[in-house]
């Protein structure tokens, strides 16, 4: 299985802040990386798949670059909303793995 | 758009049963549009994809727990299932269903539309 491994774990931020978090795979392979957005409780959320691209009417102020083996999640204003936690997947290889989480807390 | 949300006993017993049903809500498409998949997150832990399935039965499932699991789906009742077998504490989980879709032009998977999850607690 390929391992998924993202930094940091947690970070605190304020709102307006650039954020960066980073996904690195175990195995080499182009784009096939996507992130969510998660709040406990709530439905996770697809914000960027295929490595860069954004899904239908998330905001520009996520962008996601790279290639294999890393990967990056970008915010470029934090804003309320975007206190969460944050997942990497990639679906290149069956099965399907995730990185275990970015918490996004309020400093 | 794609509405789901997943249904079933919050508390099954161990060496039991687990079953969870996943009911859709789609706009303007059909069940055919998309993969269903499953994926669950045990307390305090990451995120586990399960397994998906087609609305032709077709699937591929997480070889950790292929041995127990089982999908299927109706799609006359816009609805798909899971089912896995001789659970113990360690299957005690958040379960999420979501639509799996796949871009022909990227060639990747990606799961666009999530449930809230629904908890199930294996205990005695």
């Known amino acids: 299985d390929i391992q998924m491994t993202q930094s940091p774990s947690s970070l605190s931020a304020s709102v307006g802040d650039r954020v960066t978090i980073t996904c690195r795979a175990s195995?080499?392979?182009?784009?096939?990386l996507n992130w969510y957005h998660h709040i406990p409780g709530k439905a996770p959320k697809l914000l960027i798949y295929a490595a860069s691209t954004l899904q239908n009417g998330v905001s520009s102020r996520f962008s996601g670059s790279g290639s294999g083996p890393d990967f990056n999640l970008t915010i470029s204003s934090l804003q309320p909303e975007d206190f969460a936690t944050y997942f990497c997947?990639?679906?290149?290889?069956?099965?399907?793995?995730f990185g275990q989480g970015t918490k996004v807390e309020f400093k | 758009q794609v509405q789901v949300r997943e249904s079933g006993p919050g508390l099954v017993k161990p060496s039991e049963t687990l079953s969870l049903t996943c009911t859709v809500s789609v706009s303007g498409a059909s069940m055919r549009s998309y993969y269903w998949t499953w994926v669950r997150q045990p307390p305090g832990k990451g995120l586990e994809w399960i397994g998906y399935?087609?609305?032709?039965?077709?699937?591929d499932y997480n070889p950790s727990l292929k041995s127990r699991v089982t999908m299927s789906v109706d799609t006359s009742r816009n609805q798909f299932f899971l089912s896995l077998t001789s659970v113990t504490a360690a299957d005690t989980a958040v379960y999420y269903c979501?639509?799996?879709?796949?871009?022909?032009?990227?060639?990747?998977?990606?799961?666009?539309?999530w449930g809230q999850g629904a908890l199930v607690t294996v205990s005695s």
């Open positions: 195995q080499t392979f182009s784009r096939s």
């Open positions: 997947q990639q679906t290149y290889s069956s099965p399907w793995t």
């Open positions: 979501a639509s799996q879709s796949w871009s022909g032009v990227q060639r990747i998977y990606y799961f666009d539309y």
């Open positions: 399935i087609y609305y032709d039965g077709s699937s």
